[in-house]
């Protein structure tokens, strides 16, 4: 059973390939909102993924993220998350991201328990639409 206040850290260093010119986000040489929101949803899955039943996942329902500051290529770029409700198989979080000079995006994200062969029966029976 999942309880509130299971926090999540991940890391990484800030690439080319995660630059908003990369990504088609923008045209600068800078870390990119969808690489950092990116980020934020791996993170919130990671830090649950242990608690869940074998079989089970989580799926990203909601994210309301604000990108507040800029990241050069190069800087370092760490994620917190925290399990901050759960209301059945709903659950969500408080994300911020930060660089080495503080923080650069925050918000709420909320994701969903599944079980993965149901939920994968259920997305690929569209194709036989």
Do not use: W
């Not at 991940?10 to 088609?24: C, D, F, P, Q, R």
């Not at 830090?47 to 190069?74: M, R």
């Not at 660089?99 to 909320?110: A, F, S």
């Amino acid at each position: 059973m999942l309880e509130t206040g299971i926090k999540g850290t991940n890391e990484i260093i800030v690439t080319e390939e995660l630059s908003a010119k990369k990504l088609g986000s923008g045209l600068l040489p800078v870390y990119a909102t969808p690489a950092m929101i990116a980020l934020m949803e791996n993170t919130a899955f990671e830090s649950v993924a242990q608690y869940l039943e074998e079989g089970c996942g989580t799926v990203g329902t909601a994210l309301n993220v604000k990108h507040v500051a800029a990241t050069p290529i190069g800087m370092k770029v760490t994620c917190e998350t925290e399990l901050v409700k759960v209301d059945g198989r709903a659950l969500t979080f408080e994300v911020k991201a930060y660089d080495e000079c503080g923080l650069i995006g925050e918000g709420v994200h909320e994701r969903f328990i599944i079980t993965e062969e149901k939920f994968m029966a259920k997305t690929n029976s569209k194709l036989s639409k």
